[in-house]
């Protein structure tokens, strides 16, 4: 049986914790129900991962016996928006409104401004057909 390196040891358990941490419900969490409406969190995930070793050889040993290494890992996981779902209508609640930038803020009130836009167009359609029937009556 061939004797495996600590090296591929320590990379394989700081890649299996770092599988663990991100998994999908860490950035879209689990959805809360509340009466009609479902909030659905999500967070932003930042981690690096870190690894090292070394083989020393002397004049005494071989250099396939000693070994030096270490590895390391950090996450941090940030709140950024709830997904609000309300019968048809989903919403996106940031946690820090200060952070959209100005994609956000237009993708957030298109729906907004496309009824009033077409509100706008049905009354101005209306106000038209009322003269042209207002003028042929005469």
Known sequence: MEKQHPLNELLGTAAEKLRVLMGTNTIVGEPIQTGEVTLIPISRLSFGIASGGSQFATKVQRA???FGGGSGAGAKVEPVAFLIVRGDSVKLLPVNAGSMSTVD????????VVDKVTAFWDKQQEKKSAKADGQTAE
Request: proline share 18%; aromatic share 0%.
């Open 64 to 66: 396939e016996d000693p």
């Open 105 to 112: 803020r237009v993708v957030e009130v298109m729906p907004e």
